[in-house]
């Protein structure tokens, strides 16, 4: 089947939106994602710039510390509507270093080729 502008159609989510923005630092994803309605920044890195005003709990530097930020914002009654993760590839390595912990590896590559990845998949 060719598909052209004819087989566009309207449709209604049921779901709220889940939106991933990917860019070089410095671009402007921090910006455009305090104008998003009533945000809060759950932020691995400092990402705002200098004219941003942002909803945050600061600088999460563990897992720990992003996940209580999470369950605040599930249990806690409030006014936002919108969850922002700043940034995703800054909170990997905070999964990583939870996994590790937990395992007593000393990274997350000693229990050997990829299953280290796998295990902060499944945590």
Not at 7 to 24: E, F, G, H, M, T
Not at 46 to 68: I, P, R, S, V
Request: charged share 20%; with cysteine; proline share 6%.
């Amino acid at each position: 089947m060719a598909l052209s502008l004819a087989n566009l159609k309207r449709v209604r989510a049921k779901d709220p939106p889940r939106v991933l923005i990917y860019s070089p630092p410095g671009m402007g994803k921090t910006t455009l994602a305090n104008e998003f309605p009533n945000a809060v920044f759950l932020q691995s890195e400092q990402g705002e710039g200098a004219d941003n005003e942002l909803t945050t709990f600061g600088l999460l530097t563990d897992y720990n510390a992003f996940m209580e930020g999470i369950t605040a914002l599930y249990n806690d009654k409030h006014e936002y509507q919108t969850v922002v993760v700043d940034t995703a590839d800054k909170l990997e390595p905070l999964v990583w270093a939870a996994v590790c912990e937990a395992n007593k590896w000393d990274s997350i590559e000693q229990p050997g080729y990829g299953k280290g990845y796998i295990a902060a998949d499944l945590f």
